[in-house]
């Protein structure tokens, strides 16, 4: 990457969404299905989604070692924090009509919580097992408006 090109990735870095943005791995045959699911059942103004391939969604994940990137999705939000590995599922499901009350089950019991993350941290370590069993899906994007 040439000097001007890092300049600019980090001033598109720098900028946040408008609205919670979930950063999928569109790799991954599994992770592109869950994001397809996500995408169908959230409103336009509830939740964004990018693959890890888009510009915007590399400048966001470069600060991440490769390492902590490929271990979940993650989940950009309007403040700027990213959420990443077992938070990342309550988190999203917060920002999704019909599974809100998952996200509140999870703040407010302790098992619940301990649970979810245990689940996605499963999932996300067997994606590859996950993804055999899911038919071909395109990558979907949802892009959020940049502040």
Do not use: N, Q
Request: proline share 6%.
């Amino acid at each position: 990457m040439t000097d001007p090109d890092l300049g600019a990735a980090i001033v598109l870095a720098e900028r946040r969404p408008d609205r919670p943005t979930l950063l999928y791995d569109d790799g991954c045959r599994f992770c592109r299905a869950m994001a397809e699911l996500l995408l169908r059942l959230s409103r336009r103004r509830e939740l964004a989604m990018l693959p890890w391939s888009a510009e915007m969604a590399r400048a966001w994940l470069a600060a991440l070692e490769p390492v902590v990137r490929d271990a979940s999705m993650h989940l950009k939000l309007a403040d700027g924090a990213l959420v990443s590995g077992d938070e990342v599922f309550a988190a999203t499901l917060a920002h999704v009509r019909g599974l809100k009350w998952l996200a509140w089950l999870a703040r407010k019991a302790r098992p619940a919580d301990w649970l979810m993350a245990h689940i996605y941290r499963f999932v996300a370590r067997h994606r590859d097992f996950f993804s055999r069993l899911v038919p071909y899906r395109p990558a979907v994007s949802r892009e959020p408006h940049l502040v």
